[in-house]
């Protein structure tokens, strides 16, 4: 289950200090068969904020969990007015040096899978394929009656429709898509049933509170399992969905790089914690192997 964001452990307590040394990541690189799992700290640079970094939205943003989204409408009203703002500026987003770092060395054959945390489809949008969505992704939306499944992008223009006069002044954006509204700003916001079935619809995203579906997790230990070392990017792994993949790879005698600013929950499994900017890390890293990183990204 993907739980509230709360700190559990205490940042810093016995783990080791970050480093700027980026040859430990080259070096598995250079060897192939690496594993990425990216977190949020990945989609910065492209104007997504981080929950836990600097400057992070936990302190004042607390995600809607799954319970609370299927306990009433003013609930539903609230979440889909902030996340229709939201998905504003989501739609805007475009990948970038990180994004197009990882597209490059899956280019090159040097990773053996990708996983992501993040909802905001950057890693594809950057020509990556093959993308387990372990939190799934706000580009669709799926009906909780009848389970069909549809573009966001249709939703958001049917939201529009309905909604014409609501143009509320957000006071920030989250990584989950939810723009930040006070309840008046909220208002009446009109919501939409699924068009197949007239169902309650929600953001193909697994909410706090509820399961990651357990045919995902498999599949994730069988990606971590088949890797010969696994990356780390832009994730504190607070939250256990991530952390069990590193604790897996450690417990197998797999190699674990991290590189996040910040200390995370999986350094004492780690071989290395690099403390760097990650398009700056990603890409020097790409020229240590003679890589290049396209500038241009796929739409």
């Not at 990216?38 to 004042?60: C, K, N, Q, V």
């Not at 990556?128 to 372990?134: A, I, P």
Request: charged share 20%; with cysteine.
């Amino acid at each position: 289950m993907r739980m509230r964001p709360t700190l559990s452990w205490t940042p810093g307590e016995d783990l080791p200090a970050g480093t700027t040394d980026l040859q430990p990541v080259a070096e598995a690189l250079s060897r192939g068969g690496v594993l990425v799992l990216s977190g949020a700290g990945i989609s910065t640079e492209s104007g997504i904020p981080d929950y836990r970094g600097e400057g992070g939205s936990l302190s004042r943003h607390t995600p809607m969990t799954y319970q609370e989204f299927t306990a009433g409408t003013q609930a539903r009203r609230r979440y889909w007015a902030r996340s229709h703002l939201g998905w504003r500026t989501f739609g805007r987003a475009r990948p970038n040096a990180g994004h197009r770092a990882v597209a490059a060395f899956g280019r090159h054959g040097l990773l053996s899978g990708v996983i992501t945390q993040n909802v905001d489809n950057l890693h594809q949008a950057a020509g990556s394929e093959g993308v387990t969505e372990l939190h799934g992704s706000l580009d669709r939306v799926v009906c909780l009656s009848c389970g069909a499944r549809s573009p966001r992008r249709a939703l958001a223009r049917r939201l529009e429709a309905a909604n014409a006069d609501f143009e509320p002044l957000a006071a920030g954006i989250n990584p989950d898509g939810d723009a930040d509204l006070t309840d008046e700003q909220v208002g009446d916001f009109r919501v939409l049933p699924c068009t197949v079935c007239g169902g309650i619809l929600k953001p193909d995203v697994v909410f706090f509170g509820e399961a990651v579906p357990p045919q995902r997790v498999e599949h994730c230990r069988t990606l971590v399992q088949e890797a010969a070392s696994l990356l780390v990017l832009g994730s504190s792994l607070t939250v256990m969905s991530g952390l069990r993949f590193v604790r897996q790879a450690a417990q197998a005698g797999k190699p674990v790089l991290i590189v996040n600013r910040d200390v995370t929950r999986g350094d004492r499994h780690a071989l290395t914690r690099i403390a760097l900017p990650l398009g700056t890390a990603l890409t020097s890293v790409a020229g240590q192997l003679g890589i290049t990183v396209d500038h241009q990204t796929a739409a």
